[in-house]
């Protein structure tokens, strides 16, 4: 059972800055797409940002020119910084990945979520 890990949440004043990361521990297993979802208080999960393993990215326009979204494939690692952070960028972020692992020798594909990790944008 592949399982992603997120931590680097927290609260930060506007302006401010965050890294969040997050990590799908084991072997076994390899990722397509990853990336970074998030879900504000009283609104709909919505698209961050994501990066293929040959790092091409995509970012939603809300977040363009302040978030990076990067990762280590060696270490099933993605990362998002947050710059210049605004109240609107509360929200619980989700780190997403498209893992394909082989069974019965067969490549099989699985969304995989983390739970959760919670940023309050907030003076």
């Known amino acids: 059972q592949v399982q992603l890990v997120e931590s680097g949440g927290g609260l930060v004043q506007p302006g401010g800055s965050l890294r969040l990361s997050c990590i799908a521990p084991?072997?076994?297993?390899?990722?397509?797409?990853m990336g970074w979802y998030r879900q504000g208080p009283g609104k709909q999960r919505e698209l961050v940002a994501t990066i293929t393993s040959g790092g091409s990215t995509n970012y939603a326009d809300s977040v363009k020119d302040r978030f990076a979204i990067s990762r280590d494939n060696a270490k099933n690692t993605v990362y998002l910084q947050m710059n210049n952070l605004r109240p609107e960028d509360t929200a619980v972020y989700y780190c997403?990945?498209?893992?394909?692992?082989?069974?019965?020798?067969?490549?099989?594909?699985?969304?995989?979520w983390g739970k959760g990790t919670l940023v309050t944008v907030s003076s």
């Open positions: 997403n990945a498209d893992v394909v692992t082989i069974v019965n020798r067969e490549p099989y594909g699985m969304d995989v």
């Open positions: 084991g072997s076994g297993f390899s990722i397509n797409v």
